[in-house]
């Protein structure tokens, strides 16, 4: 089997940017010819611009250099990554000490005369994707090219004749693997129509159907974006528009799957998986009875009878046997069954995995915090990371002087050098000591009683 695959010719036509796909692919050879002639082998990869992004990528790609690509774009995230590479692409003042830093500075826009618009690409090219790790560190995962492309196509046997001709639009980061796989890598691989920058808010979006004149649209999106439309669903005024519907990043709530099947005629279809395994179910929910988790028909799903975890067997990965989770389930059948929890500390929260040990170990960090347990609590917005923090003597002694404001406003200063906003604990409670057993275990019942 050979190891370069060209890409497929393509009608993609980049919507926001008015370009074809043959402009687009000229853009990418433009950029390839530079990586060419420069030595470094492996680049880390940020850029906030989707379209950039993608002519980066691809360029990246087709010179045959590794790629990494950070999960957001904190400082310190981007300095972890840089032990891995040898240089860093992308539109931002991106500037570190004995790395080669390449800007595109607005040569996506200049006229190219590179008229070869065939892409090749190479399969066995590794891909390191960071996402946040059951021990709290952030994880690096390495895939191939060759496990993106597979499951694109497979999507695309499963799904592709719902999508049809719609154009694909999004609210989610190209960054991570469900935004790089759904939004980007499918509709330039199938050749459909892509607004790849990510809507922030649905009205958006809405707007952009009849600016744009777009007839059908299938929506990339994520938990978050959906439970928004419970009070108010913008969406119905384009419900004729909407092709098909995406959300992964963690289970929908029923409420707003039966909602949605409601007020515009179809439910979402939502993914399971992650950045280590890619896709393994998907369902989609009209009724309270459409509960269970159906495995894709290239994954195989069993039950660890030990752990009483889900364990598959995978594509998309690299490692041959079973490879186990985190998620306990109830298996139903072969193919089928129903989730029942974690066993580790990962929560998703707006389609982002968010490590609450992680953010415990930022927050010990400091050097005016003794102790901190970190939670989840739901209110009128949604899930968010919650603290209970125990002050220094000297910190204790500030905050009897202050307000409880104060020092909220300041640890969520010193987190943003570390985490992502929507990692950043939303709530804290301030108290003399953490609540241990004689055993030295945390009640944490008892801790989530503050968010109550």
């Given at each position: 089997m050979t190891n370069q695959i060209i890409l497929p010719s393509s009608k993609t036509f980049f919507v926001s940017q008015n370009k074809t796909y043959q402009q687009w692919?000229?853009?990418v050879h433009f950029h390839r010819s530079i990586f060419l002639e420069n030595p470094a082998e492996t680049w880390l990869l940020y850029c906030e611009d989707a379209y950039e992004f993608s002519v980066l990528f691809f360029a990246l790609l087709s010179a045959k250099k590794a790629i990494v690509l950070p999960q957001n774009g904190t400082a310190n995230q981007l300095k972890s990554c840089l032990d891995e590479v040898q240089g860093v692409a992308g539109s931002q003042a991106l500037a570190f000490e004995n790395t080669v830093v390449y800007k595109s500075d607005g040569i996506l826009e200049s006229d190219v005369t590179h008229k070869n618009t065939e892409i090749t690409v190479y399969l066995n090219t590794k891909i390191t994707l960071y996402?946040?790790?059951?021990?709290?560190?952030?994880?690096?995962?390495d895939k191939k090219l060759s496990h993106l492309l597979t499951e694109v196509k497979h999507l695309e046997a499963c799904f592709g004749h719902l999508l049809n001709n719609s154009c694909i639009v999004s609210t989610v980061s190209h960054q991570h693997i469900y935004g790089l796989l759904f939004k980007l890598i499918w509709?330039?691989?199938?050749?459909?129509?892509v607004i790849l920058q990510p809507y922030e808010y649905p009205e958006h979006l809405c707007h952009d159907i009849a600016k744009y004149q777009l007839g059908k649209v299938t929506l990339m999106s994520s938990p978050a974006h959906f439970h928004r439309l419970i009070k108010d669903n913008?969406?119905?005024?384009?419900?004729?528009?909407?092709?098909?519907?995406?959300?992964?990043?963690?289970?929908?709530?029923?409420e707003a799957s039966l909602q949605l099947a409601e007020e515009l005629k179809q439910s979402p279809f939502e993914i399971l998986g992650s950045t280590e395994t890619g896709g393994i179910a998907w369902r989609q929910r009209f009724t309270v009875q459409d509960q269970y988790w159906t495995a894709f028909d290239n994954i195989k799903v069993?039950?660890?009878?030990k752990t009483e975890c889900l364990k598959i067997k995978s594509p998309y990965i690299s490692q041959t046997g079973w490879y186990a989770c985190d998620d306990k389930i109830n298996l139903i059948s072969c193919n089928q069954f129903e989730l029942c929890g974690r066993i580790d500390?990962?929560?998703k929260i707006e389609e982002k995995r968010v490590s609450l040990d992680h953010v415990q170990q930022c927050l010990k960090a400091l050097d005016f915090i003794d102790d901190v347990y970190c939670s989840t609590a739901v209110n009128k917005r949604g899930l968010q990371v919650v603290a209970?923090?125990?002050?220094?003597?000297?910190a204790k002694d500030k905050l009897s002087q202050s307000r409880n404001l104060v020092f909220n406003r300041q640890i969520t200063a010193l987190l943003q050098q570390d985490l992502e906003a929507?990692?950043?604990?939303k709530r804290f409670r301030y108290i003399d000591a953490l609540p241990y057993n004689s055993s030295g275990k945390l009640n944490k019942k008892d801790m989530e009683k503050f968010f109550d």
């Amino acid at each position: 089997m050979t190891n370069q695959i060209i890409l497929p010719s393509s009608k993609t036509f980049f919507v926001s940017q008015n370009k074809t796909y043959q402009q687009w692919a000229e853009s990418v050879h433009f950029h390839r010819s530079i990586f060419l002639e420069n030595p470094a082998e492996t680049w880390l990869l940020y850029c906030e611009d989707a379209y950039e992004f993608s002519v980066l990528f691809f360029a990246l790609l087709s010179a045959k250099k590794a790629i990494v690509l950070p999960q957001n774009g904190t400082a310190n995230q981007l300095k972890s990554c840089l032990d891995e590479v040898q240089g860093v692409a992308g539109s931002q003042a991106l500037a570190f000490e004995n790395t080669v830093v390449y800007k595109s500075d607005g040569i996506l826009e200049s006229d190219v005369t590179h008229k070869n618009t065939e892409i090749t690409v190479y399969l066995n090219t590794k891909i390191t994707l960071y996402t946040s790790g059951s021990s709290g560190k952030e994880k690096a995962i390495d895939k191939k090219l060759s496990h993106l492309l597979t499951e694109v196509k497979h999507l695309e046997a499963c799904f592709g004749h719902l999508l049809n001709n719609s154009c694909i639009v999004s609210t989610v980061s190209h960054q991570h693997i469900y935004g790089l796989l759904f939004k980007l890598i499918w509709p330039i691989w199938t050749g459909r129509s892509v607004i790849l920058q990510p809507y922030e808010y649905p009205e958006h979006l809405c707007h952009d159907i009849a600016k744009y004149q777009l007839g059908k649209v299938t929506l990339m999106s994520s938990p978050a974006h959906f439970h928004r439309l419970i009070k108010d669903n913008v969406y119905q005024s384009i419900s004729t528009h909407i092709a098909c519907m995406f959300s992964s990043g963690g289970p929908l709530s029923l409420e707003a799957s039966l909602q949605l099947a409601e007020e515009l005629k179809q439910s979402p279809f939502e993914i399971l998986g992650s950045t280590e395994t890619g896709g393994i179910a998907w369902r989609q929910r009209f009724t309270v009875q459409d509960q269970y988790w159906t495995a894709f028909d290239n994954i195989k799903v069993a039950l660890d009878d030990k752990t009483e975890c889900l364990k598959i067997k995978s594509p998309y990965i690299s490692q041959t046997g079973w490879y186990a989770c985190d998620d306990k389930i109830n298996l139903i059948s072969c193919n089928q069954f129903e989730l029942c929890g974690r066993i580790d500390r990962i929560v998703k929260i707006e389609e982002k995995r968010v490590s609450l040990d992680h953010v415990q170990q930022c927050l010990k960090a400091l050097d005016f915090i003794d102790d901190v347990y970190c939670s989840t609590a739901v209110n009128k917005r949604g899930l968010q990371v919650v603290a209970v923090v125990v002050l220094t003597a000297e910190a204790k002694d500030k905050l009897s002087q202050s307000r409880n404001l104060v020092f909220n406003r300041q640890i969520t200063a010193l987190l943003q050098q570390d985490l992502e906003a929507i990692a950043i604990p939303k709530r804290f409670r301030y108290i003399d000591a953490l609540p241990y057993n004689s055993s030295g275990k945390l009640n944490k019942k008892d801790m989530e009683k503050f968010f109550d």
